[in-house]
């Protein structure tokens, strides 16, 4: 649907220059613009939403928000007594618990990420047909309460770290940015995903394959120098390669992330930015065939 | 000169039925049609193409609302009205023409949308205004008042699963109500709740038109759309079919007129308003009243209550011939009997004159309890209907102990009921 808005030029702060604004409605075919600043007037709902989400997750559980803890943990355990004791997969030197958890860390945001904005916009379909807002509300907000699970989770890590006489270096301060790309990779995957799952609900099943063949081809439980130089470029392309070695990089500072962040940081930005124009194509079917 | 709040030109919306766009596809299923379209278009060379099975739930709909109208949208069921809606509001994309609004829009296509059962009342307040477009500071403001609204204040703290469909009803009708857009479209959402709630939300949206606001109001409850809104738009298969003053359309819409259904508790019924699109080129039925053995007109008949029907009719002088008939027909419009002057009729008055009145006596309504219709009809044999018209009139039928033994008799039992008597004998003789 193309929506065009004029506000009026005095009132610009003011709440009711939305009172003042003329929507033009018409059919519309083909790709249409972001129009992002609809997103931005609507910044309470994504808010809402997700604080809906996090307010939601842990209801009616015993251990609570312990689970964001206990998930990634256990995980490790079982990892570290398969992968590090018995196949003794090598780890750049780190200790092997911690160079799983560190990788599961980022891992787990992306994949939960992946796994809730996929479902999205189907399980929220009763609010796709029965009111407006910009639809990408919704897989966003999907998105964002796995960094609560992560910030919790991260306790853990500086606790291994204190425990493992890991001390932190100058690279900590990139973390931020690899932590904005994985976000960044699980929203362009959520898009993609979230649009083609309201339509064909094979999507919806084919999410836990995805997400589970997606972390064998990621250095969560190996590091990635052990895949072929010649390999390395397209090894990149899997956006989460470049994002779980620069956070081991960032946090335990070893081997700096290979030539590939490069690669993985363009491929985040195509997954992202060919998500949100296919999104806001599928966008105006989205009442119709929910 | 008001300005033009809403304005809608030619607008359209065609859905595809059991075609790509309107169905649930699995991948598979498009990919095997991919794969065979080549073949198909090969097979159908030659061939008319196939029919693509379009429905136009909106067609051509044109018209305007000036600033601080409250406009009802009336028609039946399918009628286009919610699909206008949700153009308006921007939740589906027309297939044609064009509509504009000038002003922030509200709509309330159900009350409580986005409700979540584990959260409280009070975080749904929050969560349902953000979703029905209220500011964070425009919520806390109207907390107050939204919470004593919907009277719940004990439950405030209460995750909402725990509520009962009332309460729950109540706040989020409570929430919807304090939204404050300068254009609210709303669909049908005053069907809920108890009378008493209804009629405070009815106060409520009644203030809401006299606050200047600009309201399209879809509804099937005439007595409200009537109290509301000064202009009605009705639709009929997606179409504008009439736009006008509430009262005039409203009657019309109710009365005999239209196969719609007229329940006139009076029991009287004026068939005076409509075209007749049959061989008489005037109306002849010009109105038809139920009447109980009293002769005082009604609309609930007891089961084996004695009936009345009184059809006045003019220029039968024309059709000496014609006989006068009416149908019985179920809620579903299924044909129950009927009956006509030709099969009974012993009493004409000689000479005829210009008007005339048939009665028809039923001494014992043979129908179940239930809702019923009565079509009127004026036909001569070798030539055809005159006259007729669907859904003249409708009435009751209301439970009764016909037997004299007690026994509870439902529509279960069948539309209508047999005199008789049963006995049950032993076949062993003493």
Redesign the interface.
């Known amino acids: ?1 193309k ?1 065009t808005t004029h506000d009026e030029e005095t009132a610009m702060a003011d ?1 009711a220059i ?11 075919r083909g790709w249409v613009s972001l129009d992002l600043r609809d997103l931005w007037r ?1 910044r ?2 994504l ?3 997700t ?2 989400d996090i ?2 997750r842990y ?2 559980t015993i251990f609570g928000a312990a689970w964001a803890i206990l998930q990634p943990f256990f995980t490790m355990i079982v990892f570290s007594v398969f992968f590090g004791r018995l196949v003794r997969v090598p780890s750049d030197g780190i200790p092997y618990p911690i160079f799983a958890y560190s990788g599961l860390l980022p891992w787990q945001l992306f994949s939960q990420a992946v796994t809730r904005s996929g479902n999205s916009l189907v399980s929220n379909r ?8 910009p639809r990408l509300a919704i897989p966003i907000s999907a998105v964002l309460p796995g960094l609560v699970d992560f910030g919790i989770a991260f306790v853990v890590l500086l606790v291994m770290m204190v425990y493992y006489h890991i001390a932190p270096t100058v690279a900590l301060l990139t973390l931020p940015f690899f932590l904005l790309l994985a976000v960044a990779a699980a929203l362009g995957v959520g898009l993609w995903l979230s649009a083609l799952n309201l ?5 919806g099943y084919t999410i836990p394959f995805l997400t589970q063949f997606w972390l064998f081809a990621t250095p969560v439980l190996y590091p990635s120098s052990l895949i072929p130089e010649k390999w390395q470029a397209l090894y990149g392309l899997n956006p989460m390669a470049g994002v779980v070695e620069g956070f081991r990089w960032a946090l335990l500072g070893k081997a700096p992330p290979g030539p590939f962040l490069a690669i993985s940081v363009g491929a985040v930005m195509l997954l992202l930015i060919g998500g949100l124009y296919y999104f806001r194509r599928m966008e ?2 989205f ?3 929910a | 000169m008001r300005d033009i709040a809403v304005r809608v030109e030619n607008l359209g919306k065609r859905y595809t039925i059991g075609g790509p766009q309107a169905q649930y596809q699995t991948m598979r299923e498009t990919a095997t049609q991919m794969a065979l379209a080549p073949l198909r278009r090969l097979r159908q060379l030659g061939r008319p193409g196939p029919v693509e099975e379009a429905f136009w739930a909106l067609k051509d709909v044109s018209f305007e609302v000036k600033q601080g109208d409250v406009v009802g949208i009336i028609g039946r069921n399918g009628a286009g009205k919610t699909t206008l809606l949700k153009i308006l509001s921007r939740i589906t994309n027309p297939t044609e023409g064009y509509a504009e609004t000038r002003g922030r829009v509200g709509s309330l296509l159900e009350v409580g949308t986005g409700f979540h059962p584990e959260l409280t009342g009070r975080e749904n307040i929050y969560l349902n205004g953000a979703i029905l477009g209220m500011k964070r500071g425009e919520i806390d403001r109207k907390f107050d008042e939204i919470v004593a609204f919907s009277e719940i204040e004990k439950f405030l703290d209460t995750p909402v699963k725990r509520y009962s469909s009332g309460m729950y009803v109540r706040l989020a009708f409570a929430v919807a109500a304090h939204l404050e857009p300068e254009i609210l479209l709303v669909d049908e959402v005053l069907a809920v709740g108890d009378a008493a709630f209804q009629k405070k939300c009815l106060g409520k949206m009644g203030d809401v038109a006299i606050e200047g606001r600009t309201v399209l109001f879809v509804s099937h409850n005439m007595t409200a759309v009537q109290a509301l809104c000064n202009r009605s738009v009705w639709l009929e298969g997606g179409r504008v079919h009439c736009d006008g003053n509430s009262t005039d359309l409203i009657r019309r819409y109710l009365s005999g007129a239209k196969p719609v259904g007229v329940h006139q508790p009076s029991g009287e019924y004026d068939l005076t308003e409509r075209r007749n699109d049959y061989l008489a080129d005037k109306l002849i039925a010009q109105s038809l009243r139920i009447l109980d053995k009293e002769g005082m007109p009604k609309n609930t008949f007891l089961m084996g209550e004695e009936m009345h029907l009184v059809v006045d009719v003019q220029g039968m002088s024309d059709y000496r011939e014609a006989l006068i008939g009416v149908i019985f027909k179920s809620i579903d419009g299924q044909w129950i009997t009927s009956i006509n002057s030709g099969m009974t009729c012993s009493h004409v008055d000689e000479p005829r004159q210009k008007e005339e009145q048939a009665i028809l006596r039923i001494p014992t309504i043979p129908l179940t309890p239930g809702f019923y219709w009565i079509d009127v009809s004026v036909a001569q044999q070798g030539i055809g209907r005159l006259d007729y018209i669907e859904h003249a009139a409708s009435f009751t039928v209301a439970e009764a102990d016909v037997y004299g033994s007690g026994y509870r008799t439902t529509r279960y039992f069948g539309l209508v009921y047999l005199m008789g008597d049963w006995e049950i004998r032993n076949k062993v003789r003493r």
């Open positions: 649907m929506v709440p939305e009172a003042a604004s003329t929507i033009v409605i018409r059919p519309s609507y309470e709902l808010y809402f939403l604080w809906r307010k939601v209801k009616q009763h609010l796709i047909t029965k009111i407006y807002f339509k064909y609900r094979d999507v105006k079917t009442a119709d065939v």
